[in-house]
């Protein structure tokens, strides 16, 4: 089943991410997709991550799809406008993406390209609007056109005590699919989660809730300034050598949480063997619901 069919049915799904190289070796990139691909039902492929140069998303996914893989591009509103962004959606369909994640992306102020300019031509929601209407036929002009591209549409949400009128209001604008931010503590999640559910989103969109592995303290703390809500509990764990066990835990409890559509799994410096465990641990605890 594609992903485009699984997360319609609100079949479950797992997701996994690759970073593209800093460098042109297109042969490294197919050899981590092909390991990625053995357990992920779509794998996720950055853009411009830290404000930094590497291969573009879109070269990185066709790489994906030539080892077997089905991407998800990302797509960043910092460095197109409106014309390269929707270019490049329609070009992501004809290399076999599967879907399109519009996010922000990382201020250049923080990178190491400091003095570069940033476009901001749209807002991560106007580029959702955005691919809607191209898969709708509508060029940003509203020119009609054939050969739509057909993508779902993604967002990100940060599992947090924030309210969700954010994330409702990018699924009203057409987002058919949700990426979380890394949950690395259950209480927080559980809150988030009701009141999603309370909203109705999971009936317009599948939650995808993201986890990765703290391999140690420092590392668990560094997920914090990703954004993330990181229990005190889950670093100590992390300190003690116990992120591999935490992250199980966490998956098995979201995986049988009844609405929940899928992980993604954050691979970072994570051993690829505990990656495809966790998808393993995640599928079975989904289909114990």
Same mark, same amino acid.
């Given at each position: ?8 049915? $609100? ?15 297109? +042969?490294?990139? $197919?050899?981590?997709?092909?390991? #990625?691909?053995?357990?992920?039902? !779509? ?8 404000? +930094?140069? /590497? ?13 077997? *893989? ?5 797509? @960043? ?16 369909? !004809?290399?076999? +993406? ?10 250049? +102020? ?6 570069? /300019? ?10 959702? $609007? ?26 990100? !949400? ?8 954010? #994330? ?5 604008? *057409?987002? @058919? ?6 949950? #690395? ?36 703390? /560094? ?12 670093? /100590? ?30 691979? #970072?410096? @994570? ?5 495809? !465990? ?10 114990? $619901?």
């Amino acid at each position: 089943m594609s992903f485009q069919q699984a997360i319609r049915d $609100r079949r479950f799904v797992v997701t996994s991410e690759l970073v593209p190289p800093r460098g042109a070796d297109a +042969a490294a990139c $197919r050899a981590r997709a092909e390991v #990625l691909a053995t357990f992920a039902d !779509a794998i996720n492929v950055t853009d411009g991550a830290g404000a +930094a140069v /590497r291969m573009s998303a879109l070269a990185a996914a066709a790489l994906v799809t030539q080892s077997g *893989g089905a991407p998800i591009v990302q797509m @960043t509103t910092r460095d197109r406008n409106r014309i390269a962004l929707a270019a490049d959606v329609i070009g992501a369909a !004809a290399i076999g +993406a599967v879907g399109v994640l519009p996010l922000f992306g990382d201020p250049v +102020a923080g990178g190491e390209n400091a003095d570069a /300019r940033e476009v901001r031509d749209l807002d991560p929601v106007g580029l959702i $609007r955005l691919i809607k209407d191209l898969n709708d036929g509508r060029m940003p002009s509203g020119v009609a056109y054939e050969g739509t591209p057909g993508l779902p549409i993604g967002t990100a !949400a940060n599992p947090s005590g924030a309210p969700v009128s954010g #994330l409702v209001a990018k699924v009203e604008a *057409g987002a @058919t699919f949700i990426q979380t931010q890394m949950v #690395l503590d259950l209480d927080t999640f559980n809150d988030w989660f009701t009141r999603v559910l309370g909203s109705g989103i999971h009936d317009q969109a599948a939650v995808i809730v993201g986890i990765a592995v703290p391999g140690s303290a420092a590392a668990a703390e /560094r997920f914090r300034t990703f954004g993330a809500t990181v229990s005190d509990e889950v670093v /100590r764990r992390a300190g003690a050598g116990d992120g591999v066990a935490v992250a199980t835990e966490i998956v098995r409890a979201v995986a049988g949480t009844a609405g929940v559509a899928g992980v993604h799994l954050y691979p #970072l410096a @994570t051993r690829v063997e505990d990656i495809a !465990a966790l998808a393993r641990v995640a599928r079975q605890a989904a289909a114990s $619901r």
